[in-house]
């Protein structure tokens, strides 16, 4: 990815993050969070991820906010009179990002990170993906589907009247 | 030429700021459960970040691993808010303050 590129993409990715956060609208928070979503996806796409990148838009973007937005429709949200904490507590809270963000790009600027190496062929592609899925990580890859399950029949039963 | 590995680092730094931020300021639990899964979000571009620049496969194992996990947070969350408004008719964070000591 081209450098000049990244700090467009990063910046259009941090602005509707911000809007994420700060508009009092809900509807148009999950519309700018599928925004988000979506830039993500294209930076995957940058680091060789292909098949996170997909899965990204498609779990991400189509199903998860889709639900979100059900859930806002459905309890009928407006924008609303009072959707942020108190003056203090806001200005206390976007200091302390503010604070943290910085901390964490000075250390960056600091670290020796190390250059990239040119990947293994066949890197980020749904095989490599599935070979370390379906062998390493077996055991886990059973789990999330009882931890889907869980989640399947504890939804129901909380959403049930 | 691509961008260095510090700038999806940082990139992801800020993502995260922005995610807790959500969480401290706002007072809409569904807008808060978003900024949950910013969070969750930046910490998958780290990951395939990272990925990319060790060469092993794993970090993007983690995302899918990390995905799940939102996705059944997504769902369990949403089906409790939908609950808690049939209740009390609110998804302000400051009224639903029954379990708070």
């Known amino acids: 990815m081209n450098p000049l590129l990244f700090l467009l993409l990063a910046a259009l990715t941090v602005a509707s993050a911000l809007t994420v956060v700060v508009h009092r609208n809900p509807v148009r928070s999950a519309c700018a969070l599928v925004l988000t979503l979506c830039l993500l996806a294209v930076f995957f796409l940058g680091l060789d991820a292909q098949l996170v990148a997909f899965l990204q838009v498609i779990v991400y973007a189509g199903a998860i906010v889709v639900l979100f937005l059900f859930v806002i429709m459905l309890l009928n949200l407006q924008v609303e009179a009072r959707a942020m904490a108190g003056a203090l507590l806001v200005g206390t809270a976007t200091a302390g990002g503010v604070a943290l963000a910085v901390l964490v790009v000075t250390a960056l600027r600091r670290a020796a990170v190390p250059a990239a190496a040119n990947p293994p062929a066949g890197f980020g592609e749904t095989a490599a993906l599935a070979r370390q899925l379906f062998t390493v990580y077996l055991l886990p890859f059973e789990l999330t589907s009882i931890l889907l399950l869980v989640a399947i029949v504890g939804a129901v039963a909380l959403a049930k009247k | ?101």
């Open chain 2, 1 to 101: 030429m691509t961008p260095p590995l510090a700038w999806y680092l940082g990139l992801s730094a800020v993502l995260f700021a922005i995610g807790v931020l959500g969480v401290l300021i706002r007072r809409n639990v569904i807008v808060i459960f978003m900024a949950i899964e910013l969070m969750l979000n930046a910490v998958n571009l780290s990951f395939v970040a990272l990925a990319r620049s060790s060469g092993s496969m794993d970090g993007q194992v983690i995302v899918f691993f990390v995905m799940t996990v939102a996705a059944a947070e997504a769902a369990v969350g949403l089906a409790i808010i939908l609950s808690m408004f049939r209740n009390r008719e609110t998804t302000n964070a400051d009224e639903l303050a029954t379990l708070r000591w």
